[in-house]
């Protein structure tokens, strides 16, 4: 016969039962994380499928030049549109249409010839090809009903080599990942809190040097090396750095405030509410309402925002977004120290 012995009898390293392993293994704050970790998941899918599904206009700021009676007639129509794809508004000429394109005022203008049965559209694809296209269709319906023809005319024509108009948001979702990782690493490499003000401020120091280091990179990459993205390098690099920080920061406030769960508030504010907010696969006006809004107030939407801008608008209609940026940077910083001088003092 066969004899067994304790050794040949599977034992959990601990000597328990096995549902005394499971609670030993899957304790209250593993369960707690996971739970986390499923609700990001969750809110992930709900947000990029909530904000990308079913793209359409709404209210693109879109200007009509033509007569006086002319003009108040065809914005009375574009603004009665099923939908209200448009937010039309009569301009004096054809100079300032293409001079608020340029300044970002608005994304489009149709200029009527009284004279003639042929308008011409005005886009700017570097703002996004999609709503160029999307603006060529609502005008090619409506001309039509008008048995009338029109000509595109891009004032702001994207590079040939940025796939519609997408460089800038990924060149600026590089910058942000490099952020919120970079920041991780520093605050979970000896503990996910602060030690003390000192420790938080060489923290922040490294992360202003990686911030530098990742703009002049993203610069160099989208511009000298692959030639996918045109404008000032050295604007580029500027924002990158600003981004980069901006998220890192943002990254290290949260992580003092909330510890290791810091970085999971990182990647909601950071993935799932501002990259799909950000106006990259869809400019700002084809996404639905809530995202619309929260975009330019995100690090990606500002940072997506400000890119174009420098690429394909001469820098132009670039304050706000910097600005946000700007308080993302100094908010991080701020509440960092602040969360770090707080530990130091209930340690004292």
């Not at 604007?235 to 290290?252: E, M, N, P, Q, S």
């Not at 950071?270 to 006006?285: E, H, K, R, Y």
């Not at 107030?297 to 608008?313: D, K, M, V």
């Amino acid at each position: 016969m066969t004899q067994t012995t304790d050794t040949d009898t599977p034992r959990s390293p601990s000597g328990g039962s096995f549902l005394t392993e499971v609670k030993d293994a899957v304790t209250p704050r593993a369960t707690l994380l996971v739970i986390a970790v499923l609700a990001l998941q969750l809110l992930f899918i709900a947000s990029y499928v909530g904000a990308l599904h079913n793209p359409r206009p709404r209210d693109v700021p879109f200007g009509v030049v033509a007569p006086a009676a002319a003009a108040g007639q065809a914005v009375t129509r574009l603004d009665h549109l099923p939908g209200s794809p448009l937010d039309p508004r009569a301009l004096p000429d054809a100079a300032t249409a293409r001079r608020q394109i340029q300044n970002r005022d608005i994304d489009g203008a149709l200029v009527i010839d009284p004279s003639g049965s042929t308008d011409t559209l005005l886009v700017a694809s570097g703002g996004g090809r999609v709503l160029a296209t999307v603006l060529e269709n609502l005008t090619r319906a409506l001309e039509a009903s008008q048995h009338r023809t029109f000509r595109t005319v891009d004032v702001a024509p994207a590079s040939r080599t940025d796939f519609n108009g997408l460089t800038s948001f990924y060149l600026v979702v590089g910058w942000c990942v490099g952020g919120y990782l970079c920041a991780s690493i520093l605050a979970i490499s000896t503990g996910a809190r602060p030690a003390n003000p000192r420790r938080a401020v060489i923290r922040l120091g490294a992360m202003a040097m990686v911030a530098v280091v990742g703009g002049l990179g993203g610069a160099i990459i989208v511009g000298p090396i692959l030639d996918a993205l045109p404008g000032s390098m050295a604007a580029l690099w500027g924002l990158g750095a600003l981004i980069t920080f901006a998220v890192g920061a943002t990254t290290l406030a949260l992580q003092g405030l909330f510890g290791i769960v810091g970085i999971g508030l990182a990647i909601l504010l950071v993935v799932i509410a501002g990259n799909p907010s950000a106006g990259g696969a869809f400019p700002l006006p084809l996404l639905p309402p809530f995202w619309q809004a929260i975009g330019p107030a995100l690090p990606p939407g500002a940072g997506t925002w400000a890119a174009r801008s420098i690429a394909y608008f001469q820098s132009n209609a670039m304050t706000s977004a910097l600005l946000t940026l700007g308080a993302w940077a100094l908010g991080g910083i701020v509440v960092t120290l602040l969360a770090a001088r707080t530990r130091r003092n209930r340690a004292t």
